[in-house]
């Protein structure tokens, strides 16, 4: 069963969008069953200003994409490459077994805004 917290980001979800100017932007799709993701970051500083994501997915994957924009936002591009899959899971109390390959998606996606943030700042 999912948790309350699961519930909750899953019917209403934070910083459901696009971020028209972003810094980096992050796309995934999970193959086993063909779920995307998009994350899109706004960088000011070193510091993730704003995160936004669109997902088209199953509910698990759009809980932990809403996680993981809250967990993003006003950290430094450090500490958010540190998020893993784990802690958005745990943050949301726990994820059953059979869906914590959603949780992929959110950190891969993060990630991947944060590569393409840096390759696009390289110089
Ligand atoms: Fe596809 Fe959850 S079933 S991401």
Redesign the pocket.
């Known amino acids: 069963m999912y948790s309350k917290k699961v519930m909750d980001h899953f019917t209403t979800p934070r910083n459901v969008g696009e971020i028209e100017d972003a810094d980096g932007i992050g796309e995934v799709g999970?193959p086993?069953?063909?779920?995307m993701m998009t994350i899109y970051i706004k960088v000011n500083d070193g510091i993730l200003e704003d995160v936004k994501f669109k997902t088209f997915?199953?509910g698990?994957?759009i809980a932990t994409s809403s996680m993981i924009t809250e967990m993003a936002k006003g950290k430094t591009i450090e500490e958010a490459r540190k998020i893993t899959r784990d802690d958005v899971a745990n943050e949301l109390e726990g994820l059953p077994a059979v869906?914590m390959?959603?949780s992929n998606?959110a950190a891969d996606a993060l990630n991947s805004a944060i590569d393409d943030y840096i390759k696009k700042n390289k110089d």
């Open positions: 999970n086993s069953c063909g779920d997915g199953c698990a994957a869906k390959h959603c998606l």
